[in-house]
Structure formats: C-alpha cells, structure tokens
C-alpha cells in the first residue's frame, strides 16, 4: 500500500527551465509534507517542507505547493540548474501520536541538461 | 554542527554473520530514527528513539535486528544471522522533535550492506 506515490520515475529539463516535480498522497492524515534530495552515495539531504495549514512555501529558487483537497504536492525549482540533478524525494507524516514516522515516496530522478 | 554520522560507510558480510553499525547524531538532537532503503524505492522506517527509550518498531523489524540507544547518545543496530534479503542502505537520521515544520529529519550518508 504506496501511500506517497511519485508516479514519474525520471524528469530530464534543460538549465534555465521550471522543473516540476509531483507527489500524491492517499491518507488523509498526514499533514506535514517534505521534499528531500538525494545524490549517489549520499544520504537524503532536507530541501523544503509545507505544513497542511499552508498552500505554499518558497526558499529561494525552491517552491512547494500543497492541494489537501486533491492530495497533491508539487515542487517547482526555477531556474533548474545542472547541479540540481539528483533524486527527489517526497515524504509525509501525519500528527499527534504519528508524528514521528516519515513515509517516503520512491523519488523521482531529475536531470538538469546544461 | 558535524551532521549525522555512520560508520561504516560499506559493509559486505556472509550469509549468517552478524553486523553491527554505528550512528552518531546530532548531538544536541533528542531523536534517533533508522531507516533501510532498497534499490528503486524510497527509505522505510525501521525504528526510532526518544532520547535512550525505543519509542516505536516497524514490523519490519524482525527479531533478528536489535536497536540501542545507551544514555540517549550514538545508537547501534544489529542484524544477527543475515540474510540475503538484509542486503540495503541503512540510514540513520536525527531530529530536535517531530518531524515538524522547525524539526525535520537530518540524514546520514547511511551505511550499504551486502549479503553474500
């Protein structure tokens, strides 16, 4: 049971471009969202996170959109650059006594073409 | 702040043998989470700590892994009689709280088992 799913496996953009990547969740419980990245060797590194009160947060060239009715979240990267190219992780956790877990998606390879 | 460390970094073992890997966290962090990753899929829980209390195990976790965490510091696992299927990434991370919108999850560069 995939409850944060990431249903594109790759995403290639050219530098300077939006890239968009996407994440679906199942359970309504969940109510804090986070993206991590993640190069070869190396363990995932915290990009952004969105709590359910919000729609958006943005870091710098890193936006995070969250649609609680349709269960989506997105993260926008503008302009992408060669060195963003990594694998993209979307992860939730619920509240109260959940509050501890995160549930990964499967990630989502992102190439950035110079 | 030296982030999330693991030792060691790779880890190849027979099947059977026992092993045993080591996290430091972040030191003033009270959290202590283990997650395995697998190829093509994202991290899973495995556990987590409270300080040196074992708060929460996934069912993953069969009774041939064994989590500490003495004095709420590093923290081991150990995997006795591995098999081939343990073969994965084990992560550690750390955290203040949470996970929460002022705590998230700080990773480590994990340690890559492989079972032969």
């Known amino acids: 049971d995939q409850q944060v799913k990431q249903n594109s496996p790759s995403l290639s953009v050219q530098e300077g471009r939006i890239s968009i990547l996407n994440c679906d969740y199942t359970?309504?419980?969940?109510?804090?969202f986070l993206w991590y990245k993640k190069y070869p060797a190396e363990g995932p590194t915290f990009l952004i996170s969105i709590s359910s009160i919000k729609d958006k947060n943005e870091d710098g060239r890193f936006t995070v959109f969250l649609n609680k009715s349709a269960k989506h979240l997105s993260l926008h990267i503008v302009p992408s650059q060669p060195g963003d190219s990594a694998v993209y992780f979307c992860a939730a956790s619920g509240s109260g006594g959940s509050n501890y877990k995160l549930t990964f998606g499967k990630g989502t390879l992102l190439t950035v073409n110079p | 702040d030296t982030g999330v460390s693991q030792d060691p970094r790779h880890k190849i073992t027979k099947r059977g043998q026992n092993v045993t890997f080591r996290c430091d966290p972040i030191s003033e962090h009270n959290r202590l989470y283990w997650y395995r990753q697998t190829l093509g899929q994202g991290p899973e829980f495995l556990t987590y700590?409270?300080?040196?209390?074992?708060?929460?195990k996934s069912r993953l976790l069969s009774d041939r892994f064994s989590a500490e965490r003495p004095k709420g510091s590093f923290s081991t696992l150990e995997i006795q009689r591995t098999e081939q299927g343990d073969s994965a990434m084990y992560l550690c991370a750390s955290s203040l709280a949470g996970p929460g919108p002022s705590s998230p999850l700080h990773f480590g560069n994990g340690t890559r088992l492989t079972v032969t």
């Open positions: 359970n309504s419980m969940f109510d804090y």
């Open positions: 700590f409270q300080n040196e209390a074992q708060l929460e």
